[in-house]
Every structure is written in C-alpha cells, then in structure tokens.
C-alpha cells in the first residue's frame, strides 16, 4: 500500500470517525454542563434538593475525568461511561425533578446510536422504557411529570411509556441507520481510494522503470506526470519543481523555443511522430533524442492536453557515425591498397633498373648521382607503399611467439636514442606476461610510430611510458573495443604532451591525416598502427584530452599454443574505439 493510501485511511477509517464525534460531544457537554451547574445548584440548594446538586456533581466530575484520561481509556470504554452518565442525569431528574428527565433518556438513546451503533442504541431504548416505565409503576415518580407519587394510574403510565418508547426507538434506529449507510459508503470510498493509489503507486513503478523519458503536459504546456527518466533530463533540483513547470523552466531557450512549437501543434490535435531533437544534458553534454507526442483527448473528443515519450538516441547516432566512418575507411583501404599494389610494382621495375644503370655508370660520372637519387627516392616509396598496404592489411605478416616483455625491453633501448634527451622513457613491464603470437617487425613498427607520435607532441620535452598488463575482457568490454571476450596481453603507451580535441581523436587512425606542418608527415603513422592491430587480431583505443596527454592501448590475444592462428586474422572493417580521458 503506499503511503498515501496508508494516510488516507488513518484520517478517515470509520472506526476512527465516532472518536471525533464522541471529543465534541463531550467537550461541549463539559463547557455548557459546567456554565449550567453554577445556576443549577443555587437553584436546587434554594428549593431543598440535595439530592440534584450530588447527582449533578457526581456527573460533572465523571465527565472531567473522562476527558482528562482521554485516548488512555479504550474509546468504547469512554463512549459508554458517557452514555450511562446521561442515563443516570435522566432518570435521577425523573426521579428528583420530573418531565426533563425524559429529554436526557432520550439523549440516552440517541448517543448511544451515534457514538456505539445502532444496536447499543436499540438496547439504550429498551433500557430507557423499562427504567421509564418502571419509575412511574413503582410511584417514585415527581408530580411534575403528570402522576401523583404512590397513586400511580398504571394504564395512563403505560401508554406515556409506550410513546416514550415509540420516539426513543425512531429516533435510535433512524439515527443508526442513516450512520450505517454513511459509515457503508465511507468504507466503500477508501477502499476504493486505497485501490487506486495502490494501482497508481504499481503504475508508477513501472513509469519510473521505463528508461525512456514518458510525460503528460496540460493545455497549457505543463508537466503534470512524468517518470524518474524524464526528471533527471529536466536540469531541475526535484521533482516538485518540474510539476507544472514549463519547457522553458528546463531547457535552453533555443531548445526550449523548439519544444514548445512542437507542444503548440500537438494540442492543436497534430500527432507528432519521430521527431528528432538535440538539446544538452546537466554536464552540458548534447543529447540527441527521438520523440513521439499525441494529444489527449476527453470523453467528448476535445483535447486537454498531450502525452510524449521520448528517447535517447546519442548512442545510437554515434554508433551510425562510427559505421560511416568505419565504411568510409574500408573504401579508402581497398582504395590504397590496390594502388600501394600496382605502384609496388612499378617500384620494384624502378629500382630494379636503377641498379644497373647505376652498375653501368662508372665512379665520379654525374648522371650516378643522378641514378642515385632515382633509387633513393623509390626507395622512399617503396617504404609509403608498405605503409599503405599495413593500413589495407594486405601486407604480408610473419607471426611469430614473443615474449611480450623481452621485445619491447629491445624496442624501448632503440627508442631512448630515437626520443633524445629531452624526452624520458619509463617502462613497467607487468608480471605472468603471456606469449602473444605477432610480426615482430610490425610490432616493432606499431611502437616506434607511437613513440614518434608522442616525441612529436612534446617538442619541450616530457615523459613517455610504456606499460605490459595482462587483462581479461569480458563480453561487454570486448564489445566496447570491438574484439572477442577472452585474454589478453595490453600495451600501453602514454606521453605527457599537448593532447588532442575531441576532433581530432575522431579522424586520428584516418589515412593520410596529420596535424603536423607540411612537409613533416604523410598522415599514414597512426593509420599503420591501426592496421597492423587489426590485421593482428587486436584492437586499439586512444584517451586524451587537450593539455592532458595521451594514452594509446592495445590488445593483443594470448596465444595458447604456436598453433594459435587468433593473432594473424585477416581483414577486419571495424573503425577503432575512440574515448575521452578521464
């Protein structure tokens, strides 16, 4: 049950109903009682009954008492102390005074209706008549009430009886029965109330459960239900602010211009379908979502007022753009790789000739050192088109075992003389370091290409780590980069350079980009790394952020045995993973 409904019926149970009923009627009987006995006692004292003072005194103190023990007496326990007291004011002023004590008897009966039920009330008339009845019959009776005491016409009596009876009877069911059906429809109305905040706590729970944002908007554009999803879009503190707030009170203003337009059109009684909108999160992230609104209409068909869902979609475009770029990548791959192809051919024509050419020129002739150059430069690209076919992967590997650790141990020695001086190389070489089945060369490559890199965006100097880890990727890991679950060696390279935009990471293993000056680099570096990975069988992610470094990862399987193929799998079209630097 939930807590409203709890509420409800604490404040309005029908057993709790007679308790505010019985606190009036008592604390009014208690404030005119005691406004009444002052006059009262004179009064009596003056004409010699004694008697009324004590019965008046004896009820008026009961009733205080009553009220001051209040909730620590049971409420029926009280109810019925104070029925009897009237009871007893009744038939002791029939007995004393005369006439009035009728009307207490009959009070007598009506309070017990009202406070007890109407069966107490039927049994109060019952008692009430015989007491009545039997006052007179026995002559105790005061004259006042028509009969001489001891001189008693009991026929008359009777029929005076038997009217008292008939009113005091009415009156107690009457009075019952209407009480019975209020109490009746009292518990019908909570029940159903306490029904329906359950089913409204349930709705809500699977409201709230719904990763998409769900809301209800009035005619005049404001919120009026919505799930935990849709709060946590608004930008807003709680939830008692986003009810009733607009747009407006949630968004920016350009998107919230927007919004509203679109909210405008819809009460207008236009559904609204796969409406795209971009807007930001509270890191001031851009979000892109998918929307659908449709009016709300009442039973006479008029609208009052729209109900949306919408759903994220960032993701979704950002897996998109990955796929373009991933297949704009292919295209170039396949592109490059058959022109590295055919111009290899070319070269090796080039060269081949340059060779005896310069075979046939004798020694200090100028045109051998124009043959020179001939083969020089071929060689030069000779070296781009193995470049370019290493992005493609469709170069030729030669796997082989390799203790992770001892190769690049031998690499990082080359490389303190390839950094220079005003660049420090840290290697931590990671403990139960596994076999990895690579090209050596190609590994070789993969490393010097990032440490040039990370040299390159240190021109003032800094530090370069490369770090051996073993790790185990799990299915969704695996998913993130791209790859198969299951063991890996990572190698992680990271420099404490100038860092990268996000721009920038998005196009950073494209062919042919560079943010180096003309003239300073063919673009192909990170290219050729990310193809030797993947054409490995591994994967490679960046993290940086502009002034923060960057760090390069990657993944290279376990090989389990010199069988294991896993490491030398052929083309792969997967664009890399791309994260920011936490």
């Known amino acids: 049950m939930s807590s409203r409904a709890t509420s409800s019926m604490n404040g309005r149970d029908p057993a709790n109903w007679r308790h505010g009923v019985f606190d009036a009627v008592a604390r009014i009987a208690a404030i005119l009682g005691v406004l009444v006995y002052i006059p009262s006692v004179l009064l009596s004292l003056k004409s010699g009954l004694v008697a009324l003072v004590a019965l008046d005194t004896a009820v008026l103190v009961t009733l205080g008492l009553l009220l001051l023990l209040g909730a620590r007496v049971p409420y029926r326990i009280r109810a019925t102390i104070f029925c009897l007291l009237i009871y007893v004011l009744g038939c002791g002023l029939l007995v004393i005074v005369g006439s009035s004590?009728?009307?207490?008897?009959?009070?007598?009966?009506?309070?017990?209706?009202?406070?007890?039920?109407i069966r107490f009330g039927i049994a109060a008339a019952v008692v009430s008549t015989i007491s009545f009845f039997l006052i007179g019959v026995l002559g105790v009776g005061n004259a006042a009430v028509g009969l001489a005491p001891q001189r008693v016409n009991t026929v008359s009596w009777l029929v005076l009886t038997i009217n008292f009876s008939f009113i005091s009877t009415m009156l107690a069911v009457g009075v019952g029965k209407v009480l019975e059906a209020l109490e009746r429809a009292l518990r019908d109305e909570i029940?159903?109330?306490?029904?329906?905040?359950?089913?409204?706590a349930l709705l809500q729970t699977f409201f709230d459960a719904v990763p998409d944002i769900v809301f209800t908007k009035d005619q005049d554009g404001r919120f009026r239900n919505f799930n935990q999803a849709a709060f946590l879009s608004s930008g807003l503190s709680t939830p008692e602010e986003m009810q009733g707030a607009t747009v407006f009170d949630c968004y920016p203003p350009d998107v919230a211009a927007q919004v509203h337009a679109d909210d405008l059109s819809v009460l207008?009684?236009?559904?609204?379908?796969?409406?795209?909108?971009?807007?930001?999160?509270?890191?001031?992230?851009?979000?892109?979502?998918?929307?659908?609104?449709?009016?709300?209409?009442?039973?006479?068909?008029?609208?009052?007022?729209?109900?949306?869902?919408?759903?994220?979609?960032?993701?979704r475009k950002k897996l998109e753009e990955q796929l373009r770029q991933s297949q704009k990548m292919e295209a170039v791959g396949q592109l490059a790789g058959g022109i590295a192809h055919d111009f290899n051919n070319l070269l090796t024509v080039i060269?081949?000739?340059?060779?005896l050419l310069g075979a046939q020129i004798a020694e200090g002739n100028e045109a051998r050192e124009a043959v020179h150059a001939i083969s020089d430069a071929a060689t030069r690209a000779a070296e781009l088109t193995r470049q370019l076919l290493a992005f493609s992967r469709k170069s030729m590997l030669q796997p082989q075992m390799l203790d992770l650790n001892t190769t690049i141990a031998d690499t990082v020695r080359m490389l303190r003389r390839l950094l220079g001086e005003t660049v420090r190389c840290d290697l931590v070489l990671g403990d139960s370091i596994a076999h990895v089945r690579v090209d050596p060369g190609q590994l070789d490559q993969v490393l010097i290409n990032l440490a040039v890199n990370a040299?390159?965006?240190?021109?003032?100097?800094?530090t370069?780590?490369?770090?051996?880890?073993?790790?185990?990727?799990?299915?969704?890991?695996?998913?993130?980069?791209?790859?198969?679950?299951?063991?890996?060696v990572v190698i992680t390279v990271s420099d404490t350079g100038m860092g990268m935009s996000a721009a920038v990471r998005e196009r950073i293993f494209g062919p042919f980009y560079t943010t180096k000056g003309i003239g300073n680099g063919t673009g192909l570096g990170l290219a050729t790394v990310f193809g030797i990975v993947r054409q490995s069988g591994g994967s490679i992610d960046v993290e940086s952020e502009p002034g923060r470094g960057a760090t390069f990862r990657i993944y290279l399987p376990v090989a389990t045995?010199?069988?294991?193929?896993?490491?030398?799998?052929?083309?792969?079209?997967?664009?890399?993973?791309?994260r920011k630097h936490r």
């Open 561 to 578: 045995d010199e069988g294991d193929t896993h490491g030398a799998s052929g083309p792969v079209t997967v664009q890399p993973t791309v």
């Open 455 to 462: 040299r390159d965006a240190m021109p003032a100097g800094g």
């Open 101 to 117: 004590g009728q009307a207490y008897l009959t009070a007598f009966t009506v309070l017990s209706s009202l406070l007890l039920g």
């Open 191 to 200: 029940r159903t109330r306490v029904a329906l905040d359950e089913e409204r």
């Open 351 to 355: 060269l081949g000739y340059s060779e």
């Open 268 to 315: 207008r009684g236009e559904a609204q379908v796969n409406r795209e909108v971009a807007t930001q999160d509270r890191a001031g992230r851009e979000q892109q979502y998918l929307t659908l609104k449709v009016p709300l209409r009442d039973a006479s068909g008029a609208v009052t007022g729209l109900v949306g869902i919408s759903r994220n979609i960032t993701e």
């Open 464 to 488: 370069l780590t490369m770090h051996t880890a073993a790790v185990e990727l799990d299915a969704l890991q695996a998913e993130r980069l791209e790859t198969t679950p299951g063991r890996y």
